[in-house]
């Protein structure tokens, strides 16, 4: 007997077996499928060997089915009938839209991305649903099945079972009043940060984690006094007078509030990079989240002569879409 573990037979297998049932002979079954008749002698030996039962009584002639040969060939013609209705149904699969589509965005890509991308998803699922807000509750919904795709800072690093599409960097810059001279060295960033407050970004952001890391990093401790979730608020107060930013161009777009007596500049000292990735569970909806992934490329690749009018064009060459 065979491990049972294995298959007995193959379709092809099926196939034969089942020619050989309809012709009565094994040369008859060969001419109908332009096989010889030894192929189709090994063909049906390999499959009684397999099974461990006598399929055909060879003392009859035409040939005859024994019992478990009989229940085969109720059952083979049904198998082979499902197989080959699957090859149409994967092509049809193919071209199909899904049943439903969920996506997480990141809020600082919400004015650059949200319409179009809904606009995308729309043409690939029946029904849509595209939620913006903070990386940290996507990459637990994307995790707990609630989401299907991520679009944002890549928290999951060390998650396995991940598939990762990059698509932007772009650089941490400040965000000072006109008047204010830019700094130049990091510890520059003390003695502005004792003239006018440091508005940040929330600790639970992605965003205001990694400033905040990067401030440890320079052994900076900077006074805490306003702090947002989101780039409006962080922009807004200091267009309002209430202090500097650390903040990005993409940032600064969603804010999408007037400039008018602010200035950009670099942050001084080692560079900071914000990454922003697409993330979905690996082989889980085939090619989209590639598809989707260059889509989102586009979008933001045509963003640079906005990001080049808002911060300048020495700042908007760090801004670089992936790919």
């Given at each position: 007997m065979p491990p049972s573990d294995t298959l007995p037979f193959d379709l092809r297998a099926l196939e034969i077996f089942l020619a050989v049932c309809d012709a009565g002979t094994m040369a008859q079954a060969a001419r109908r499928l332009s096989l010889t008749q030894p192929a189709i002698s090994q063909a049906i030996a390999d499959m009684e060997r397999r099974i461990g039962i006598a399929l055909f009584d060879r003392r009859a002639r035409p040939l005859a089915l024994t019992a478990a040969g009989g229940a085969l060939r109720q059952r083979a013609s049904a198998l082979l009938s499902e197989a080959r209705q699957i090859a149409p149904l994967l092509r049809e699969a193919e071209h199909a839209r899904l049943p439903l589509l969920r996506a997480g965005l990141v809020?600082?890509?919400?004015?650059?991305?949200?319409?179009?991308?809904a606009g995308r998803l729309d043409e690939m699922a029946e029904q849509v649903s595209l939620l913006s807000g903070l990386t940290a509750s996507h990459a637990g919904a994307l995790l707990t099945r609630q989401l299907d795709l991520l679009v944002g800072a890549d928290e999951l690093d060390e998650i396995e079972g991940l598939e990762r599409w990059p698509l932007l960097s772009e650089p941490y810059i400040l965000l000072l009043p006109e008047a204010a001279p830019a700094p130049t060295r990091a510890g520059d960033l003390a003695e502005l940060a004792r003239q006018t407050p440091l508005v940040r970004f929330s600790a639970r952001s992605k965003t205001g984690m990694e400033i905040e890391r990067h401030l440890?990093?320079?052994?900076?401790?900077?006074?805490?006094?306003?702090?947002?979730?989101?780039?409006?608020?962080?922009?807004a107060s200091v267009a309002a007078g209430a202090g500097f930013a650390i903040t990005t161009p993409l940032c600064l777009l969603e804010a999408g509030v007037p400039l008018a007596g602010l200035a950009c500049h670099p942050l001084p000292g080692p560079s900071l990079t914000r990454h922003l990735t697409l993330i979905a569970r690996r082989q889980e909806l085939g090619r989209l989240p590639r598809e989707v992934a260059a889509f989102c490329r586009e979008r933001l690749a045509a963003q640079q002569e906005a990001v080049r009018a808002l911060v300048g064009d020495k700042l908007a060459a760090e801004f670089r879409v992936e790919g």
């Amino acid at each position: 007997m065979p491990p049972s573990d294995t298959l007995p037979f193959d379709l092809r297998a099926l196939e034969i077996f089942l020619a050989v049932c309809d012709a009565g002979t094994m040369a008859q079954a060969a001419r109908r499928l332009s096989l010889t008749q030894p192929a189709i002698s090994q063909a049906i030996a390999d499959m009684e060997r397999r099974i461990g039962i006598a399929l055909f009584d060879r003392r009859a002639r035409p040939l005859a089915l024994t019992a478990a040969g009989g229940a085969l060939r109720q059952r083979a013609s049904a198998l082979l009938s499902e197989a080959r209705q699957i090859a149409p149904l994967l092509r049809e699969a193919e071209h199909a839209r899904l049943p439903l589509l969920r996506a997480g965005l990141v809020d600082s890509l919400a004015r650059v991305l949200m319409a179009p991308l809904a606009g995308r998803l729309d043409e690939m699922a029946e029904q849509v649903s595209l939620l913006s807000g903070l990386t940290a509750s996507h990459a637990g919904a994307l995790l707990t099945r609630q989401l299907d795709l991520l679009v944002g800072a890549d928290e999951l690093d060390e998650i396995e079972g991940l598939e990762r599409w990059p698509l932007l960097s772009e650089p941490y810059i400040l965000l000072l009043p006109e008047a204010a001279p830019a700094p130049t060295r990091a510890g520059d960033l003390a003695e502005l940060a004792r003239q006018t407050p440091l508005v940040r970004f929330s600790a639970r952001s992605k965003t205001g984690m990694e400033i905040e890391r990067h401030l440890r990093r320079l052994r900076l401790d900077l006074p805490r006094r306003l702090e947002f979730d989101t780039p409006y608020g962080v922009s807004a107060s200091v267009a309002a007078g209430a202090g500097f930013a650390i903040t990005t161009p993409l940032c600064l777009l969603e804010a999408g509030v007037p400039l008018a007596g602010l200035a950009c500049h670099p942050l001084p000292g080692p560079s900071l990079t914000r990454h922003l990735t697409l993330i979905a569970r690996r082989q889980e909806l085939g090619r989209l989240p590639r598809e989707v992934a260059a889509f989102c490329r586009e979008r933001l690749a045509a963003q640079q002569e906005a990001v080049r009018a808002l911060v300048g064009d020495k700042l908007a060459a760090e801004f670089r879409v992936e790919g």
